[in-house]
């Protein structure tokens, strides 16, 4: 297994472009089940978890044809299987949203329940809730849901108990091909739902709302091809930005959309940064000061998202001051407060591993470390960059799920980082 090795202590200085949105991507290549004619995804990271889902795509039989930079072509009217196996789906959970698609268009589909994953049990209960309120015939049973709509999907009416990233995309995208109306209420609200409604439009589809608490989709009777380029990483950028912050450096970030990114900005600016940022720009400064200790509360888009709350973390590590930092999104996302107290950190957390204060310390020092999660992996990254000394972090396939070259961007930028190939 590759490792990352670390010299701690440089300031991260430079610019960087953001790759594009994984989150995005995942899902419109679910979508694309829905046309009947080729499509083409553009600006689409080289990641792990989109191999994933192009070997699913594979499985079910639908051609795929990739150019060399990344432009995705993907062809559904080959397919010849309506089931995603467990081997797939247990891998990478945005895997389970062909199942709304396979059943819009095919009016059938056997799809593995993806069980639980390390940062919380991640249930499936509310992208069920609003199958069925569309028509869909769910059964289960030896792990997979077997759904079927055999005169097609009707449009229904569906509020959602709390926000849903993927729940909110898979009723959307299994809407567009229904019988009539379907209004969502009670939707996330995050970019990549907006992105991911442009795609469906651009096929055909008519889908008003996103962005939105209410989504309404009219169905349509056939979706065609299209081209589209994916929205940027807003995570990705976001870790960049404050792995800069932590080291006291100066970085701009290109090709990101700078209003995704507010309420994270908003915390770098209370640390200490000074940020300039437009429409496709972002750049921050932190002048070689200390960064101030910051506190959050992490919740649904346009709150601070969890996908950064372990890399703030890492800044609150070795920042002047104390902060607290709770998760309400996931259940068990503090895999790496174990690992940065190794390091050096005092971090503590409540009796219900909901928040954790972090007593700010001077320095870090570097050690073996590792993390079960992307997110968390990626935020022991930004503590060994500031340590003194070497930080291995093991079991990086987590990193290499979600972030594209991440030991490049990071050595262009000054960082002393190599990859041990195993
Ligand atoms: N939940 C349920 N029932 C459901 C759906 C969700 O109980 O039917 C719970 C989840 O267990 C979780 C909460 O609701 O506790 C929110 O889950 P949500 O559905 O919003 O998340 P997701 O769609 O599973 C996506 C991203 C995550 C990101 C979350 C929140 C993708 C592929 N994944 O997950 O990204 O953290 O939204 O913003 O889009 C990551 O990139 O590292 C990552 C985990």
């Given at each position: 297994m590759d490792r990352l090795l670390i010299d701690g202590g440089a300031v991260l200085s430079g610019e960087l472009r953001a790759s594009g949105a994984k989150n995005s991507a995942l899902k419109m290549f679910a979508a694309a089940l829905l046309a009947d004619e080729p499509v083409t995804i553009s600006n689409v990271p080289h990641l792990r978890d989109i191999t994933t889902m192009i070997e699913l795509l594979g499985s079910l039989g639908v051609e795929v044809v990739i150019d060399e930079k990344m432009n995705i072509e993907i062809h559904a009217n080959t397919i010849t299987s309506f089931k995603a196996p467990y081997e797939l789906v247990k891998t990478m959970r945005a895997s389970f949203n062909v199942l709304g698609p396979l059943l819009a268009h095919y009016g059938q589909a056997e799809v593995s329940?993806?069980?639980?994953?390390?940062?919380?049990?991640?249930?499936?209960?509310?992208?069920?809730?609003?199958?069925?309120?569309?028509?869909?015939?769910?059964?289960?049973?030896?792990?997979?849901?077997?759904?079927?709509?055999?005169?097609?999907?009707k449009g229904g009416h569906v509020v959602f108990d709390f926000r849903t990233v993927g729940g909110t995309e898979h009723i959307m995208m299994a809407a567009c091909l229904a019988d009539g109306v379907t209004i969502l209420e009670n939707?996330?609200?995050?970019?990549?739902?907006?992105?991911?409604?442009?795609?469906?439009n651009k096929m055909g589809a008519r889908v008003e709302g996103a962005g939105e608490d209410v989504i309404s989709i009219t169905g349509v009777e056939s979706m065609g091809g299209c081209s589209h380029k994916v929205i940027a990483d807003r995570v990705e950028a976001g870790t960049y930005l404050i792995a800069a912050a932590a080291t006291g450096g100066k970085i701009k970030v290109k090709d990101i959309n700078a209003m995704h990114l507010e309420s994270v900005l908003d915390k770098l600016r209370e640390a200490g940064a000074s940020i300039k940022a437009d429409h496709d720009s972002i750049e921050l400064e932190m002048s070689g000061h200390r960064p101030k200790a910051v506190s959050l509360v992490t919740a649904p888009y346009p709150d601070y998202p969890t996908d950064l709350q372990a890399q703030i973390m890492a800044l609150n590590c070795v920042a002047e001051g104390t902060g607290r930092i709770t998760e309400t999104i996931f259940e068990n996302r503090f895999m790496h407060v174990h690992e940065m107290n190794r390091m050096g950190a005092r971090?503590?957390?409540?009796?219900?591993?909901?928040?954790?204060?972090?007593?700010g310390v001077s320095c870090l020092k570097g050690a073996p470390v590792m993390a079960n999660d992307l997110r968390a992996s990626v935020s022991l990254v930004i503590a060994g960059l500031v340590a003194d000394g070497q930080t291995i972090i093991d079991r990086i396939y987590h990193i290499d799920r979600g972030y594209e070259q991440i030991e490049e961007k990071l050595q262009n930028l000054g960082a002393q980082i190599k990859r041990l190939e195993s």
């Open positions: 329940l993806p069980g639980g994953c390390a940062i919380g049990p991640r249930p499936v209960d509310q992208h069920l809730r609003g199958l069925e309120a569309l028509g869909a015939r769910i059964n289960m049973s030896d792990g997979y849901v077997r759904a079927s709509a055999d005169s097609g999907l939707c996330a609200r995050e970019p990549e739902i907006v992105d991911l409604a442009s795609f469906l971090i503590k957390l409540d009796s219900n591993n909901t928040s954790a204060v972090i007593e």
